[in-house]
């Protein structure tokens, strides 16, 4: 692994890693506020709202002026939500907290452009695969970390992943290199460039996929707690130790299984196979009241992600050009926002009125009609190359 790769590598996952803690516990903090389980959807869905109307300007500003300050700059907002989050006396208060994280979270987004500025054609899809991995251990250590802190309070986790966040922001700030070939040319509106990317028929039909996946999947994890809560009984520490788990099978998957099966069949069969299993594990979990059926339903689920995640976003990277990895993963970004805004609406508000199992039910339907689309994809002419078998 190149040095910029592993310090991009290292950062994301000390940054995912804080993020990861406060995932098991916010359902329940906010019901300390009062909070049914809509607000809590609403609450998810106010950081990608706020992602989805920044994430296209952060990923224009990282194009002009560099991937590493609009990374500093996207952790050290993280880093003032956590705070806001932890000294919150009011549901309005988690709503702000959320939203300031979401207006500066690029972080995500640039980091794939940022991969996408180093990736060679020959290492593309092992690339976007050890970012992967790093939400596959951050997601192993952030929520048990989440967990074992809740045994304390529910504002403990919130301030460890505050120390985290800001070592993560000192990484990038002394480690990381730039890359990109900085310009002030004027390029116009980050939405006029949204609708000029994704008019593309290629990228159109990548996009739509990566909408319809990103929102099922806040459906699943925006529901977790509250469906683990009503069906099984569990707690904060009971979701985050389950949550671990699920993120150590994606590890394993992402690190050690993708670049194999992407070279034996291609990235578009291995996103078309990842959607269909993490339908298959969402469904199974949809219908289950057995504890053991339901953790057994997480492999499925665990191995879905771990295909889905790093082919889709190498497929999309492939599908822009080396000179609008920003624009094209900001575009990205702004779809997948809007996915996970609509997500935990659609998952917590069914949630509510018709029971846990139909939120996952419903997930696991659109993950099907995205495999769908998937199975039918063509790199489109012109393409940077890419093995869509």
Known sequence: ????????????????????????????????FGASPLAIGLLFA???????????????????????????????????????????????????????????????????????????????????????????????????????????SYTAPIWAAAVITVAAMLLAWFWLPETVH?????????????????????????????????????????????????????????IGYLLATFGFLGVIVQAAMVGPIVRAIGERRTLTIGLLFAAAGWGGSAVTHTFWLFVAMLVPGAIGIGLTNPSLISLVSAAGGRHEQGRVQGAAGALESLGRTLGPV????????????AAYGSAAAVLVGAAALAARYHKPPGAVAADTR
Not at 46 to 62: C, D, K, M, T
Not at 226 to 235: K, S
Request: hydrophobic share 50%; net charge positive.
């Open 182 to 238: 900085r310009t002030s040319a004027a390029v116009g509106s980050p939405w006029r460039a949204l609708r000029e990317v994704g008019g593309r028929p290629g990228l159109r039909v990548l996009f739509t996929i990566d909408f319809l996946y990103w929102a099922s999947f806040a459906v699943y994890q925006t529901t977790f707690a509250l469906f683990g809560q009503r069906r099984f009984g569990f707690d904060a520490t009971h």
């Open 46 to 152: 106010s950081f990608s709202l706020s992602q989805l109307i920044a994430s296209p300007v952060l990923g224009e500003w990282s194009d002009r002026w560099g991937r590493r300050p609009i990374l500093i700059f996207s952790l050290l907002g993280t880093v003032v939500s956590f705070v806001m989050l932890a000294l919150a006396h009011s549901l309005l208060m988690l709503f702000a907290a959320r939203i300031v994280d979401g207006l500066s979270g690029g972080n995500i987004t640039t980091a794939r452009a940022y991969i996408g500025d180093i990736a060679t054609d020959e290492n593309r899809a092992r690339s976007f695969g050890m970012l992967g991995a790093a939400f596959g251990v951050g997601f192993i250590i952030g929520p048990g970390l989440g967990g074992l802190f809740a045994r304390i």
């Open 1 to 32: 692994m190149s040095r910029p790769l592993l310090v991009i590598f290292l950062t994301i996952l000390v940054n995912l890693i804080g993020f990861g803690i406060i995932i098991p516990l916010l359902p329940f903090y906010a019901e300390t």
């Open 346 to 357: 659609w998952g917590n508000g069914v949630l509510q009125w018709m029971g846990e199992g």
